[in-house]
């Protein structure tokens, strides 16, 4: 069974860091990209990264460049979102899915909460 484990949401200070880890069971991070989006109250959801499975690509959105840094660990299966210099227009549940880091969505993870306080 394919499940993707979001963790590491928490309420946090604006200029804080939080690290948000995706655990991929029933496959392997050499099987598919993995990419990170959230969705705020009320607005749309936003693709804010992805590591590639074949060469280890990085894609940024412009909200969260410089700030945030995605990493894959193949021996553990996991992907990690290291969040930077946070601001309270960061708040969203981020979730981590299995995709080709385009427009294809293989699988979803369940979402955690980040809270970034003023």
């Known amino acids: 069974e394919v499940q993707l484990q979001a963790s590491g949401g928490g309420l946090v200070q604006a200029g804080g860091s939080l690290r948000l880890s995706c655990a991929a069971s029933g496959f392997t991070l050499d099987e598919y990209a993995i990419g990170w989006f959230r969705q705020a109250p009320g607005k749309e959801r936003e693709d804010i990264s992805c590591?590639?499975?074949?060469?280890?690509?990085?894609y940024y959105a412009d909200s969260v460049k410089g700030r945030f840094t995605i990493s894959s660990d193949h021996a553990k299966n996991t992907v990690t979102l290291q969040m930077n210099s946070l601001k309270p227009e960061d708040t969203a549940v981020y979730y981590c899915?299995?995709?080709?880091?385009?427009?294809?969505?293989?699988?979803w993870g369940q979402g955690t909460q980040v809270t970034v306080s003023s």
């Open positions: 899915a299995a995709t080709d880091c385009g427009d294809l969505i293989y699988y």
């Open positions: 590591i590639m499975n074949t060469d280890g690509g990085t």
